[in-house]
């Protein structure tokens, strides 16, 4: 139960403090609370997580027309479904390695996702 309940603290904490219920969303997004994007993205060779980036400076390290509709941390809080697949439709354009050496450079928080074989 501590598990389970630790993995839904700040949900709780955010709906018995403030009473504001997070809300499924239609993409796979990592958190409901937290400015998308932040998730797992596909790459060509795999998959590389991307947390809290500022939409302006994704949109211009992704070449993201898409994205670019998305001016601020308010508006792509507005939109999270379409800042997810914005993002998701330009990652599977590089390798995991080629979009780190973009991203890291641009102040964007990127890593790779591992999997164990």
Sequence with gaps: LHTLLDSMLQELV???????????TEEPLA???INPPYGFFPTSDGWMAIAMADPVALATALESEALA??????AAAEDRDGVYRAVAAETPRR????WLAIL????IW???????R
């Design 95 to 98: 390798t995991t390695a080629e």
């Design 69 to 74: 509709a998305h001016p601020s941390w308010a």
């Design 110 to 116: 990127a890593g790779p996702v591992c999997r164990s």
């Design 104 to 107: 890291g450079p641009a102040g």
């Design 31 to 33: 958190h409901v609370f």
């Design 14 to 24: 955010t709906f018995l403090n403030n009473g504001v219920e997070p809300t499924r």
